[in-house]
Nanobody, 127 residues
Framework: QVQLVESGGGSVQPGESLTLSCATS????????IGWFRQAPGKEREFVAA????????YYSGPVEGRFTIDRDVTKNTVYLRMDSLKFEDTAVYYC????????????????????WGQGTQVIVSS
């Protein structure tokens, strides 16, 4: 049973923008924090951004802070990752995941704390 579904990936040029979506169930959306991770070819999966179950806490990794924005729509049970000023090094498969701990106060930034993952969506930044 697929519980998180990413969409919105694509191929863009440096400096352009993309918005990724992570659609999930109402139960997950209202109870668990959601994180975005990415994995580039030949590299380990890395944390990108996360939002708490309430939406009140957000955290970004250093390489994306100031360029990416995580947000959520309670009417659609969807978490978004707005990516601006994209760079070549942002090329990766992007995954959203649900925190393994319900109603965690502080967002989790390590993949080990997430136990449900989407299938991923590819982002390619190329000129």
């Amino acid at each position: 049973q697929v519980q998180l579904v990413e969409s919105g990936g694509g191929s863009v040029q440096p400096g352009e923008s993309l918005t990724l979506s992570c659609a999930t169930s109402e139960e997950i959306f209202s109870t668990y924090g959601i994180g975005w991770f990415r994995q580039a070819p030949g590299k380990e999966r890395e944390f990108v951004a996360a939002i708490s179950w309430s939406g009140g806490s957000k955290y970004y990794s250093g390489p994306v802070e100031g360029r990416f924005t995580i947000d959520r729509d309670v009417t659609k049970n969807t978490v978004y990752l707005r990516m601006d000023s994209l760079k070549f090094e942002d090329t990766a498969v992007y995954y959203c995941a649900a925190d393994s701990f319900a109603r965690r106060t502080i967002v989790a930034i390590t993949s080990a704390r997430y136990d449900r993952w989407g299938q991923g969506t590819q982002v390619i930044v190329s000129s």
